[in-house]
């Protein structure tokens, strides 16, 4: 567990510096966003092109990744129906609140606690898989037609389903993972000129997003842990989820008992930084996207330490 707790004490100190660059008046809420931008823009997509160009994607798809997919179904069903029949949200808001209940911190968490608790990392593969080429990129296109329907850019059906179909060739996010999925899909390597700027610009996809969460959360609306749709996303994410993870892959699906203890573990990890980022991107759910992102990051050092212990 030294690994994964290294891991989560780094996500805090990167946060810390962006609340401490806030608090002296070095970074604004514009700096914020302009942060998230090179992330969304840039730095994201470079690191999904060289990470799904080296992912292997043939051993993924299993059936602990049926088991994954289920178990984030669980969670975002109650949360949309929640969510369009008692809140009354748009689109945007609906889609962030989903996210936040099931999206998972596959990368920079992901990948130390499989090695360190579960033992390989290549156990968090089909979680990365299922988020970056399908749930990331149809959650974009549901907020590129919500932006476009409230702005006016979209006067019809005819437009949104338009921009709904484009926007997979014209989101840098999707268009970089189904790049790298098709390279590794093919076996062919990225030319050292691209591969060695793409890591580079890369390797601060997640930097900028946790100095932007940090800036938010010093000049950001405060804290509302309180705030039932807060409570509702976080208690879906950090219980639920690897809840019915165990459920349906010990006893629906009947999985060895290492792949039982593999897809558990992935889906308590939090819900992912990206998901501020796409928030904030859009301006839709930000406050939400923060506060759950807190409450599942300090819930689940220990859940996932529970699990790990039960179930090994």
Not at 66 to 78: E, K
Not at 186 to 191: D, F, K, S, V, Y
Not at 210 to 229: C, F, I, N
């Amino acid at each position: 567990m030294v690994g994964a707790l290294q891991g989560f004490l780094t996500i805090a100190a990167v946060i810390g510096c962006g609340w401490v660059l806030a608090d002296r008046g070095v970074l604004d809420l514009t700096a914020q966003r302009a942060l998230v931008s090179v992330s969304f823009l840039l730095a994201t997509p470079a690191l999904l092109l060289t990470l799904m160009a080296r992912t292997p994607i043939g051993p993924a798809l299993t059936r602990g990744l049926l088991a994954t997919a289920l178990a984030v179904a669980v969670v975002v069903v109650p949360y949309v129906v929640w969510a369009l029949g008692v809140a009354r949200h748009g689109l945007g808001e609906t889609v962030v609140g989903a996210l936040a209940a099931g999206y998972v911190n596959a990368g920079y968490l992901g990948l130390p606690v499989a090695t360190y608790v579960l033992g390989d990392a290549s156990l968090v593969v089909p979680t990365l898989l299922l988020q970056v080429l399908i749930l990331q990129p149809f959650a974009l296109a549901l907020l590129d037609v919500d932006a476009a329907r409230t702005s006016g850019r979209a006067r019809s059906t005819r437009d949104l389903l338009r921009t709904a179909a484009l926007r997979p060739v014209r989101n840098p996010i999707t268009v970089a993972a189904l790049a790298g999925a098709l390279l590794s899909l093919t076996g062919t390597q990225l030319p050292a000129v691209v591969a060695a700027p793409a890591g580079l610009v890369g390797a601060a996809a997640v930097p900028t997003m946790l100095l932007a969460y940090g800036v938010s959360l010093r000049l950001g609306p405060r804290l509302t842990v309180g705030d039932p749709e807060v409570v509702l996303t976080s208690v879906l994410k950090a219980l639920v989820q690897p809840l019915a993870a165990f459920l349906i892959a010990r006893f629906a699906l009947g999985l060895a008992p290492a792949v039982v203890l593999a897809v558990t573990v992935t889906s308590a990890l939090p819900t992912a930084q990206n998901v501020f980022a796409h928030a904030t991107r859009y301006r839709r759910g930000e406050t939400v996207a923060r506060d759950t992102i807190l409450l599942t990051t300090l819930a689940a050092a220990p859940v996932i330490l529970l699990t790990a212990s039960v179930l090994d």
